[in-house]
Every structure is written in structure tokens, then in C-alpha cells.
């Protein structure tokens, strides 16, 4: 049973535009959540995290919104860049940050 | 400032032998995890040592083991390989601070055949 979900495997957005990656989570003991990029032959690069104290964190052009009722948070890419193309995966961890638990990633393609 | 290492960087055994993975952490970095890719399962999490404990371990068979050296390096070995362990081996280092989140190596692509 998937614990973390990415539903939409892709996304494509065109340059300039909001990018939005969408990740949703059934174990409501989950109190720590990030964002990785990964692009081909590379490892995950770390984005974004937030804690399930807050609903909102921002950095830059990334925001990441937790809905803890929903059991939802999503990934804001303002304005999207074709460089922001890339696996993005959404992670999560009890405990603050031990044994995260990955979604399957979604790929996004930023058109110029 | 280095990256995280992981050697070698492409691997192909036979089934049934055993096989060694080596991650390098980030200077200063106390914590390294490992995590198993595969098309089919996404990442999953191996485990997990900190100051050479293992502190935490997902759910993989005996067959996936792991140390943690006094200087943070760590090992990870799998033996009697199956073709199911085809796969790319990440490595990821911490401070142990979340806020931080890892720091991924380029991984090990091991191929079993």
C-alpha cells in the first residue's frame, strides 16, 4: 500500500507559468515532509521541506503547501523554467526527518 | 565542498554472489541512509546509521545488510543476489538536522544476471 502518492506521473507547463506537483499521503502520523528534483544519471537534490506545524514554506520561486486535513501538500513553481524540468518526488517521515518514505515522482517538462 | 560519493558506479554480478556499495558522506555529515530505486517501486528506504548505529531499517529481507564506519563512510552489502535486486543503490548523507533534509550521491546501478 502506497503511503505517499503522486498521482500525475508527468506535467508539462510552458516557461513562465505556474508549476504545480501535487502529492497526497494516507499515514497521518507523518509529521515531516520534503521535496526532492532529480534529473537523469543524478541523485535527488533537495528543494523544499515543511513540518506539519506549518501549512506554508517558502523559498524563492518554490512554495510548498501542507493541508494536513486533506492529508495533501503540493509543490508552487513560480515562474517555471525549463532548467526546473526534472523527477520531482515528494517525501515523507515520522519522527522528524528518520525512514522517509518516497512517492513514485512526477515528471516535469517546462516548455519553452 | 565535496559531494557525496558513492563507488563503483555501475556494477553487474551473477546471481547468487554478494556484492559490496560504498558511500562517502558529505564532510561532517553523522548520518547516511540508503535507498533502493527501481521503475516499479519508486524509492524505498534500506536503512539508516548514525555515529555507526543503525537507527532505523525498512522493510528489506536479511539478505540486505549495512555499517557505518567511525569516519561516517558506509558500506552496504547484499548478499546471494537475486535478479529482483537489479536496481540503482542511492546513498544519502545528513547532519541529522531535517531542516537540512539529505544530500544524494549519484547512486550505484547494480544489474544482476
Redesign the interface.
Known sequence: DQQVKQNSPSLSVQEGRISILNCDYTNSMFD?F?W?KKYP???????I?ISSIKDKNEDGRFTVFLNKSAKHLSLHIVPSQPGDSAVY?C?A?VN??????????TRLSVLP | KAG?TQTPRYLIKTRGQQVTLSCSPISGHRSV?W?QQTPGQ????LF?YFSETQ??K?NFPGRFSGRQFSNSRSEMNVSTLELGDSALY?C?S?L????????????TRLTVV
Not at chain 1, 544519471?41 to 528543494?47: C, I, N, V
Not at chain 1, 522528524?96 to 515522482?105: C, L
Not at chain 2, 519508486?42 to 528506504?45: D, S
Open positions: 515531516y520534503l526532492y544519471a543524478e541523485g535527488p537534490t533537495f528543494l521541506s518526488f517525501a517521515s522528524y526527518g528518520q525512514n522517509f518514505v518516497f512517492g513514485p515522482g | 557525496v541512509s535507498y519508486g524509492l524505498q528506504f539508516e537507527r532505523n525498512g542511492l544519502a545528513s541529522a538536522d531535517p531542516n537540512y533534509g539529505y544530500t544524494f550521491g549519484s547512486g
